[in-house]
């Protein structure tokens, strides 16, 4: 079992940042990939970036450029740096946490994102 809480959310204006932090309730090298997804307002919920245990990190194309993924290991955190935030990234940011053996799928209760002027 992983519990993840979320937080760093808030309300932002166009152009500005935000970083977001993840707890892990155990040792994150004993979980496969990390991860952050996100629910707009009346939207399906999307996958935002992906970071492994070995480092490789993924992002969806809508952030590439402006949000970072990172990962302290001491911490048992994962990090999402959010630069040159739009109004569309406005959302309910959610934690992800998948292991391999046992198989296992585990999300945070999310933190709101709010991108306005």
């Known amino acids: 079992q992983v519990q993840l809480v979320e937080s760093g959310g808030g309300l932002v204006q166009p152009g500005g940042s935000l970083r977001l932090s993840c707890a892990a309730s155990r040792n994150i090298f004993t979980i496969n990939t990390m991860g952050w997804y996100r629910q707009a307002p009346g939207k399906e919920r999307e996958w935002v970036v992906t970071?492994?245990?070995?480092?490789?990190?993924t992002y969806v194309g809508s952030v590439k450029g402006r949000f970072t993924i990172s990962r302290d290991n001491a911490k048992n955190t994962v990090y999402l740096q959010m630069n040159s935030l739009k109004p569309e990234d406005t959302a309910v940011y959610y934690c992800?946490?998948?292991?391999?053996?046992?198989?296992?799928?585990?999300w945070g209760a999310g933190t709101l994102v709010t991108v306005s002027s």
């Open positions: 992800n946490a998948k292991t391999y053996f046992p198989r296992g799928d585990y």
């Open positions: 970071i492994t245990d070995s480092g490789t990190t």
